[in-house]
């Protein structure tokens, strides 16, 4: 079955972190970009973060830089974001993409 799964999400306080992962089946992972984006209710979905599919390159939205980091591991088939000094605004949910494929996303919620 084709499909991406993300997981990790959780409630954290405000300065709090987590590792989101994405994990991949049915399609040949190691030849596609992954990218994160995030949905927070009543707004659009926005991008997070992109790696290529060697994970050499990455890129990320301005409003997370220097807080989070995408990377990926081909030989487990999953994408992770860390995410570090999490803000009430970061607050969403988060979904991965790769091969033209979304996954049902993870509810992230910072608030203290």
């Known amino acids: 079955q084709v499909q991406l799964v993300e997981s990790g999400g959780d409630y954290v306080q405000p300065g709090g972190s987590l590792r989101l992962s994405c994990g991949a089946s049915?399609?040949?992972?190691?030849?596609?970009?992954v990218k994160w984006f995030r949905q927070a209710p009543g707004k659009e979905r926005e991008l997070v973060a992109g790696?290529?599919?060697?994970?050499?390159?990455?890129t990320y939205g301005d409003s997370v830089k220097g807080r989070f980091t995408i990377s990926r591991d081909n030989t487990k088939n999953t994408a992770y974001l860390q995410m570090n000094d999490l803000q009430p605004e970061d607050t969403a949910v988060y979904y991965c993409?790769?091969?033209?494929?979304w996954g049902q996303g993870t509810q992230v919620t910072v608030s203290s």
């Open positions: 993409n790769a091969a033209g494929i």
């Open positions: 049915g399609f040949t992972f190691s030849r596609y970009g």
């Open positions: 790696i290529s599919f060697s994970g050499g390159t990455s």
